[in-house]
């Protein structure tokens, strides 16, 4: 199982950028998706997950009406838009997939959010 982040950067408060996460070495349409994010001195959190067919499972209300997951099976990617961003939403994301009870993690893409 491999889970590949991309996309992360410096943004500026009020920006957006999007993340993706490309996933192999499992059936990639069978599993639900998630994106978490872990800020300095913080402990990792969850952002927010996506069900095997696209259905919103659980987000964080700090991310509502400003983060959108998606999903497209056919290319084996999970992508997070997030917009309106904030100082507090800098910390590095993760792309997470639980395969068999067994949670597998991406490397992380740092997003930093500052003027």
């Known amino acids: 199982v491999q889970l590949v982040e991309s996309g992360g950067g410096l943004v500026q408060p009020g920006g957006s950028l999007r993340l993706s996460c490309a996933g192999s070495?499992?059936?990639?349409?069978?599993?639900?998706m998630s994106w978490y994010r872990q800020a300095p001195g913080k402990e990792r959190e969850l952002v927010v997950g996506i069900t095997s067919a696209g259905g919103l499972t659980n987000r964080a209300a700090s991310v509502k009406g400003r983060f959108l997951i998606s999903r497209d099976n056919a290319k084996n990617t999970v992508s997070l838009q997030m917009n309106s961003l904030k100082p507090e939403d800098t910390a590095v994301y993760f792309c997470q997939a639980r395969i068999n009870s067994v949670d597998y993690w991406g490397q992380g893409t740092q997003v930093s959010v500052s003027s």
């Open positions: 070495g499992f059936t990639f349409s069978r599993y639900a």
